[in-house]
């Protein structure tokens, strides 16, 4: 799941951005409204977080930008001091949730996967790329009906591929993305990971999906789109 933290104080938002990668978020960051044209490209928002006193044009209300930017995206509003008017507020402007500064982290952290599987119940929670199938809110996997066990490494390293459908990603980016280190000194465990999905996703089938892209990395199909 991507979540776009849009937090001017920058504390906050690498705090924000640390605990929730903890809990296998990929999380985005801008601290003013104007950095949000800076994010036309890449994978889609699952959930905003937003500062609901976010710099930018004093003719603009963050909110309104974010739901004409994406629609159907959640938004959970920070805000400091704010009155139970502004709350309520917030919430009939369209605002999903609503905390009120300081708050507990993990706190924030339930709220937005509530948020989230409020979400799903009423929109597609079922990823699909061919024959194969994951569902994002009980990360249950199958292929052409066949039920597939991962282990939680494995789920976060084939949502990562499925994210990028028909593009290779490097074997250091999927350390970033799924273990959430840097570095290339611990790659190979990229390829071990690789094998064990491999013989899960594709044994059996007469068409593999899982490729290696020599001299780069790896590849979930070749030209199609996840949908």
Not at 114 to 131: G, K, T, Y
Not at 174 to 189: A, F, H, L, S, Y
Not at 202 to 217: K, Y
Request: proline content about 6%.
């Amino acid at each position: 799941m991507h979540v776009l933290v849009a937090e001017a104080d920058a504390s906050l938002a690498e705090l924000l951005r640390s605990r929730l990668e903890q809990e296998q978020f990929t999380v985005r960051i801008i601290a003013h409204f104007s950095d949000l044209s800076h994010l036309s490209e890449g994978p889609p928002v699952d959930l905003v977080i937003l500062d609901r006193n976010l710099p930018g044009p004093p003719d603009v209300d963050p909110l309104q930008g974010v739901q004409y930017r994406w629609p159907e995206t959640p938004v959970i509003l920070l805000s400091r001091e704010a009155s139970a008017e502004e709350r309520v507020h917030g919430l009939n402007s369209g605002a999903d949730d609503f905390l009120v500064q300081p708050f507990d982290v993990a706190e924030l952290v339930a709220r937005a996967r509530a948020v989230l599987r409020r979400r799903c119940r009423c929109a597609s929670d079922v990823f699909r790329f061919e024959d194969l199938e994951i569902n994002r809110v009980s990360h249950q996997v199958s292929r052409g009906g066949r039920t597939i066990e991962l282990s939680p490494k494995e789920y976060a390293l084939l949502e990562y591929l499925l994210r990028n459908p028909g593009r290779p990603v490097s074997r250091g980016s999927i350390i970033e993305q799924v273990w959430r280190m840097q570095g290339d000194t611990i790659t190979n465990v990229v390829d071990v990971y690789i094998n064990y999905l491999r013989r899960k996703i594709d044994a059996g089938s007469g068409h593999p999906l899982i490729r290696t892209i020599r001299g780069v990395g790896y590849q979930i199909g070749e030209n199609h789109a996840a949908r």
